[in-house]
């Protein structure tokens, strides 16, 4: 029998550009400025699952999910106003590094302004962590004995943590911004706050009411994504594309007030 030569596999096809990919390029060959501005909106709503993965892989560590998955979700709406397609090796690996950077620079930000023994931070952020993972299961606000049994540890400790807790602030949407200390690496940001602060409120007043009630809810006064659904009467799904959507749009008119 005559073997006969095998034919060399053929080339995998190029993959062309994600559809993400093809929505940035239409933007930015866009001259309408409101036209872009649709492409970018949906080439975000496309890329929400990418966000929200990111997001996920830092629960666990003291920091509520919902802030985690706003946090990366605002990382994503900077990675496409930043990203300039045809450079580098597509959205998603810039993308990615830009998130995940925006959630490291959340968890920097919060910083004890009382510094507790070893021991007691632990504690206090476990308690953070599973406080909300037990009012989800529970329904209704745990209170001392069932955080105590949950950590299994005694009623006096988790008093104690809760104490310890007030020491552990985060920054406000509207926090003073002479709130923390601030280092030489913070000048930057702290120069760049300062000048987009004006813009900021002038933004804020631009909300609807039940716009502006979200933001307060979940800026001033912490609520969860689930708590503001009940108090406005919406699902917790429908509040996170709301909040999603507050974000785009502010995120747009800071960026339009900046380049005015």
């Not at 988790?158 to 007030?166: F, H, K, P, S, V």
Request: proline letters at 6%; charged letters at 25%; one cysteine or more.
């Amino acid at each position: 029998m005559v073997a006969v030569p095998l034919s060399p596999p053929a080339p995998a096809p190029e993959q062309g550009p994600s559809p993400v990919e093809q929505l940035l390029d239409k933007a930015q060959a866009c001259s309408n400025t409101a036209a872009a501005q649709r492409l970018r909106d949906e080439a975000i709503c496309l890329s929400l699952d990418l966000a929200d993965s990111l997001a996920h892989r830092y629960t666990g560590r003291g920091v509520d999910t919902d802030d985690l998955v706003q946090v990366a979700r605002l990382g994503l709406v900077k990675a496409v106003a930043r990203y300039r397609p045809g450079l580098g090796h597509g959205f998603a690996a810039f993308a990615v590094p830009t998130i995940t950077g925006e959630i490291k620079k959340h968890f920097r930000d919060r910083s004890w302004a009382v510094r507790p023994p070893r021991g007691m931070q632990e504690l206090t952020q476990r308690l953070l962590a599973e406080e909300e993972q037990l009012r989800h299961e529970l329904g209704h606000e745990p209170d001392e004995n069932e955080l105590a049994a949950r950590l299994e540890v005694a009623v006096s400790d988790i008093r104690t943590a809760r104490n310890a807790a007030t020491a552990y602030r985060t920054m406000s949407l509207d926090a003073p911004i002479g709130g923390r200390p601030v280092d030489v690496a913070d000048e930057r940001d702290l120069i760049a706050d300062l000048a987009t602060r004006d813009a900021l409120h002038r933004a804020l007043r631009t909300l609807t009411p039940r716009e502006a009630t979200i933001v307060r809810l979940r800026f001033v006064e912490e609520c969860t994504q689930s708590e503001i659904g009940q108090e406005i009467g919406v699902s917790q799904m429908q509040v996170s594309r709301l909040l999603t959507s507050i974000l785009v749009r502010l995120r747009s008119d800071l960026e339009t007030a900046s380049a005015a």
